[in-house]
C-alpha cells in the first residue's frame, strides 16, 4: 500500500490504513520526540498522542502537504501544550526554614479520567456498549482483565503501539459519550 491510498483509506476509516500509517511513520514521530524530550516514556506518550489526534483529524489532512511533516507538526505542538500544561501544575512552595523553592508536580487525574471514574459502573457499562466491538474490546481487556499492553498485543495479535493508539481513542470517545449526557 502507498501512502496517498493509505491517507485516502484512512479517512474512510478504514483500519489497516490507520495501521501501515502508524507502522511506517512510528519512528520518524517517536525518534523525533526522543531528541526534543530525552526520555523514552514520555516521548512514547507523545507519539501516541500525535497519532491519536492525527487519526481522529485525518480528514483536515491537506494532499498538498507530507504526511510526515503533518504528523511532526502535531506531535511538536502536543509537545508544546504537555509543557505549557506541566508549567500550569507545578506549584511553588516556599520553605520558612530556609527560604528554597521546591516544585511540586500536580498529580491530579485528567478530565477524561475524572469523568469515567465519576460514572456508576453499570452506566459506564452501558456507555462502553455504545463504542465499536473493537474499542470495547480494548477496553475490556485492559481495565476489567487488567492486562498489560504487551498481553493485549500478544493477544489481539497487534502490534504494542497500535494497542496504545487504540486504547487511547478508546478512552477519548468514551469520554465524549459520558459527558454528552
Request: overall charge negative.
Amino acid at each position: 500500500m502507498e501512502i496517498k491510498e493509505a491517507i485516502k483509506r484512512a479517512k474512510e476509516n478504514d483500519q489497516k490504513a490507520f495501521n501501515f500509517l502508524l507502522d511506517t511513520f512510528w519512528d520518524d514521530v517517536y525518534g523525533f520526540q526522543l531528541k526534543r524530550i530525552q526520555n523514552e516514556n514520555d516521548a512514547e506518550d507523545v507519539t501516541i498522542q500525535t497519532f491519536s489526534r492525527a487519526f481522529d483529524r485525518i480528514e483536515t489532512f491537506d494532499e498538498n502537504y507530507k504526511f510526515k511533516t503533518w504528523l511532526i507538526t502535531i506531535s511538536k505542538n502536543i509537545h508544546i501544550d504537555l509543557l505549557r500544561k506541566e508549567k500550569k501544575s507545578i506549584s511553588q512552595v516556599i520553605s520558612n526554614d530556609d527560604k528554597s523553592v521546591y516544585q511540586i508536580l500536580d498529580e491530579s487525574p485528567s478530565p477524561e479520567d475524572e469523568l469515567i471514574t465519576e460514572q456508576h459502573l453499570a452506566k459506564l457499562l452501558r456507555d462502553i456498549k455504545k463504542l465499536k466491538p473493537h474499542y470495547q474490546e480494548i477496553i475490556n481487556l485492559r481495565y476489567f482483565q487488567e492486562l498489560s499492553y504487551k498481553e493485549i498485543s500478544i493477544q489481539l495479535k497487534e502490534p504494542i503501539n497500535n494497542v496504545k493508539v487504540k486504547l487511547l481513542r478508546a478512552k477519548k470517545l468514551l469520554a465524549e459519550i459520558i459527558q454528552e449526557q
